[in-house]
């Protein structure tokens, strides 16, 4: 079966995470004898990320989207599937290339859910979905689940919708070793532009202004004015994946929140919650509709509803975090790989062949 996969990107420095999750995902259908051509963007610092090849499948890189429209086109109409990914500065191109090609099947793939349903709801079009809805589409794929997931049918027409959730790349997901710079009682990788704004002030900073003498550490793209924070919360740039990795394994708890619409939503695990878990170290979670879907609170992970959860958690013997962070690193291992999102993805668009589902 030749799958086309549309919409990818690498080279950005913010895209490293998800350049490395879609070449596990590919590479885990390459395994099953599918014969994958991904059309990526390559952008101006490709050396953030390694080359790499597909198993007797190929690669097109390009620069702009009409250097690689033509040669996409063609692959699309001889693929059994092709699939757009709407991110990214060619995620609209992608996906009507992909809806007006002649493959047997044509599905579309939402990374952000959160941000599709929460605009669905409110009566308008996501910016990175097209304007004239999903219809055309065999199904869409989305990132998250649960009862909004209907959204999609009514508001934006489309004719099948199935969760496909975020996943790790085990190989890059992974413990790493503790750094003194990033020693802390608390760390947190928040998201960008204010997103999880609800959860930072009650979870993270409500925490750090009681406990004042723990350690914080906050990491992220526009953080709060480093004058505003108590003296005992270090605000630290966005780090790279592997000073990310770093940083949680430097933490006794790292607190994993879920931006404001991904809470509101529900049944929309993050890449950062994942990251974590496939790092082994102890999380905080905020707690959100379908959360005990993905990990099992008190066991795996610990949820909190108010910032007395947050505090009392950093009380907890250290050995019985360790037992929390080993089994939230297995349940990701086994559950939420890219491996176990190739099998997932196979019976979703009924993938025959090529390897034991």
């Not at 002649?102 to 929460?118: E, F, G, I, K, W």
């Not at 003194?180 to 204010?194: E, I, K, N, R």
């Amino acid at each position: 079966m030749k799958i086309v996969i549309l919409g990818l990107s690498s080279g950005h420095g913010h895209d490293v995470g998800h350049s490395l999750r879609w070449r596990a995902l590919i590479q885990a259908l390459a395994s099953r004898g599918h014969r994958v051509v991904a059309v990526e963007r390559v952008g101006p610092t490709p050396a953030l990320t390694p080359a790499w090849t597909i198993s007797g499948g190929e690669r097109l890189t390009y620069a702009a989207w009409d250097a690689v429209a033509v040669a996409a086109a063609r692959h699309a109409d001889d693929a059994g599937v092709v699939l757009a990914v709407a991110q990214g500065p060619d995620g609209l191109a992608a996906a009507e290339l992909a809806r007006e090609s002649r493959a047997a099947r044509r599905a579309l793939y939402d990374p952000d859910a959160a941000a599709s349903l929460s605009a669905l709801a409110r009566g308008e079009t996501p910016d990175h979905l097209p304007a004239d809805g999903l219809g055309g589409f065999d199904l869409v794929l989305a990132s998250g689940g649960g009862p909004a997931l209907e959204l999609y049918r009514q508001r934006a027409g489309a004719v099948a919708v199935a969760p496909l959730y975020p996943w790790i790349a085990p190989d890059a997901h992974k413990p790493a070793a503790a750094k003194h710079a990033y020693l802390a009682d608390l760390c947190c990788v928040v998201p960008p532009d204010g997103a999880a704004r609800l959860g930072l002030e009650r979870f993270f900073l409500d925490a750090a202004q009681r406990l004042t003498r723990r350690r914080f550490i906050l990491s992220g793209r526009d953080l709060p004015d480093p004058l505003t924070l108590p003296p005992n919360l270090r605000p630290l740039p966005e780090l790279d994946a592997a000073e990310r990795a770093a940083l949680l394994a430097s933490a006794t708890v790292t607190l994993a929140l879920a931006r404001d619409d991904e809470r509101q939503v529900g049944w929309c695990p993050s890449d950062r919650l994942l990251e974590a878990a496939a790092s082994g170290v102890p999380i905080v979670s905020d707690r959100w509709d379908g959360l005990d879907r993905f990990f099992e609170p008190g066991r795996e992970i610990l949820a909190a509803s108010q910032t007395d959860d947050v505090t009392t958690a950093l009380m907890l013997p250290r050995n019985h975090l360790a037992d929390l962070g080993q089994r939230a690193r297995q349940r990701a291992l086994s559950e939420h790989s890219a491996e176990r999102r190739a099998q997932e993805l196979r019976g979703l668009l009924d993938l025959k062949g090529g390897g034991d589902d």
